[in-house]
């Protein structure tokens, strides 16, 4: 479990073919001395199992066929840079929302917009998620928690500050950048208990109006 707000930001080394899936190489952070084989890391929104033995200058994770087809992740080159963050410890603030690093989908970069120190992005809203996006809800993008500023029919926007921009690799985004989404999980679930509560409630019998009339009246 995370929280979307990115502790580092690195080069990718390699990301090798292997199998069915793959194996990718990224530099490790010197703040990153703690971490041991085993431990879960979002890359970019991405949740990976780390490889051991852990040490020298980078970290590898082995990337299933499924990660690769739902993220950005087959996409990444030596060019690029990714996000990271430590799984979230217990008793830890939650300081962005909870992110599971179960990418959703991946989504297009339509437009960026700076305001002085600030900036909007816009990203496009597709059917397979956008039942999930409200205004002013928390959406995770390429592992960021943001907070979604406007809905409109076909995409979203997302205010970000000066520290935010600065700490993550959105430097690097501009329109037509593909990007991990996951949307706010509480969301899925809530959804998912609906639907199973509505098919176990039975339909109540229907009665005429002059029926329920009565009923109303006590009569």
């Known amino acids: 479990m995370f929280t979307g707000l990115i502790e580092a ?12 899936g793959a194996v990718l190489e990224v530099e490790l952070p010197a703040s990153f001395d703690d971490v041991r084989k085993g431990d879960s890391i979002s890359v970019s929104g991405v949740c990976l199992t ?4 852990v040490g020298g200058t980078s970290l590898r994770f082995d990337v299933s066929a499924e ?8 996409d990444l ?6 996000n990271l963050e430590r799984a979230l410890m217990a008793g830890a603030r939650l300081g962005g929302h909870i992110v599971a690093g179960h990418v959703d989908a991946t989504a297009r970069v339509l437009g960026i917009e700076r305001s002085g120190e600030f900036w909007t992005v816009w990203v496009e809203l597709q059917p397979s998620f956008e039942r999930y996006v409200v205004e002013k809800g928390s959406i995770a993008l390429d592992g960021v928690s943001l907070t979604v500023a406007r809905l409109e029919p076909d ?19 501009q329109p037509g950048t593909l990007v991990n989404v996951e949307v706010d999980i509480v969301g899925k679930y809530v959804e998912r208990l ?3 509560y509505r098919t176990e409630i039975p339909a109540a019998p229907s009665t ?9 009246l006590g009569g």
């Not at 930001?9 to 069915?20: D, E, F, M, S, T």
């Not at 990660?67 to 087959?74: A, D």
């Not at 995409?155 to 985004?173: D, L, Q």
């Open 208 to 216: 005429s109006s002059d029926d329920r009339l009565r009923d109303l």
């Open 9 to 20: 930001v690195v080069p990718v080394i390699a990301l090798k073919r292997q199998g069915g």
């Open 77 to 82: 080159r030596s060019t690029s840079r990714v």
């Open 194 to 196: 609906l639907g199973a």
């Open 50 to 53: 780390v490889l051991g033995p």
């Open 67 to 74: 990660s690769l087809s739902r993220s950005t992740i087959s």
């Open 155 to 173: 995409r979203f926007s997302v205010a970000v500050i000066p520290e935010t921009y600065r700490a993550t690799n959105m430097p690097g985004w």
